[in-house]
């Protein structure tokens, strides 16, 4: 089946430290990839996205590259934020010809910014 | 800006019991699923519906749970016999029809199995 591996546990990078979470994702199909942000107490929020190979997810400094031949989608930021603490979810879903439309996520990176 | 709603936002049962998760999705989406997440563990998919009928299941929807769209804004998940391990978040998210693939959750509801 669909799975997706990510960086595994917590990151403690500083303020204004740069970041890379890594995920790698394997499934039989072309899928579209998501990164989403899960903040205490609430549900994830979709933070990016890519729908086909070579795209680039944008959102709040973040970037994520759809890379097929990689079979990866690692988030990056160049300068992080103590508000961007967070718990970050890679997931992919399938095309929609499968007629499926679960989300697979990965395990979740919690990111804690330090001041 | 529209969101997925859920009620209750905790709810304690006794294991065996019958418990009633409810959700109101965004009013111009068409998909909706149900998520769990055990505490500290990722998101895992339950189940989606659209026109009214379950149009995919994991293993985990097993006999024990049912959805429902009993009305044209509200969408549950039933759970016919609690079990310890069914404590958990149980996310509802929906998404419109077409090509764009997100899905938006609602804020989750927590079950706690005693």
């Known amino acids: 089946g669909d799975s997706v591996v990510q960086t595994e546990g917590q990151v403690l990078p500083s303020e204004g430290d740069s970041l890379i979470v890594n995920c790698s994702y394997e499934?039989?199909?072309?899928?579209?990839l998501f990164w989403y942000v899960q903040y205490p107490g609430e549900g994830p929020q979709l933070h990016l996205k890519?729908?086909?190979?070579?795209d680039k997810g944008r959102n709040k400094g973040f970037e994520a590259m759809y890379r097929k031949e990689t079979t990866s989608f690692h988030l990056e930021k160049d300068s992080v934020q103590e508000s961007d603490s967070a718990v970050y979810f890679c997931?992919?879903?399938?095309?929609?010809?499968?007629?499926?439309?679960?989300?697979?996520f990965g395990s979740g990176t919690r990111l804690q910014v330090q001041p | 800006e529209p969101e997925v709603t859920q009620t209750p936002s905790h709810q304690v049962t006794q294991m065996g019991q019958e418990v009633i998760l409810r959700c109101v999705p965004i009013?111009?989406?068409?998909?909706f699923y149900w998520y769990r997440q055990i505490l500290g563990q990722k998101v895992e998919f339950l189940v989606s519906?659209?026109?009214?009928?379950?149009?995919?299941k994991s293993e985990i929807f097993d006999d024990q749970f049912s959805v429902e769209r009993p009305d044209g804004s509200n969408f549950t998940l039933k759970i016919r016999s609690t079990k310890l391990e069914d404590s958990a978040m149980y996310f509802c998210?929906?998404?419109?029809?077409?090509?764009?693939?997100?899905?938006?959750f609602g804020p989750g509801t927590r079950l706690t199995v005693l």
């Open positions: 998210a929906s998404s419109i029809q077409g090509n764009r693939r997100e899905q938006f």
């Open positions: 997931a992919l879903s399938c095309p929609m010809d499968t007629g499926r439309r679960a989300l697979t």
């Open positions: 890519a729908m086909k190979a070579n």
């Open positions: 499934t039989t199909q072309y899928p579209s």
């Open positions: 009013s111009n989406h068409l998909y």
């Open positions: 519906f659209y026109n009214n009928e379950i149009s995919e």
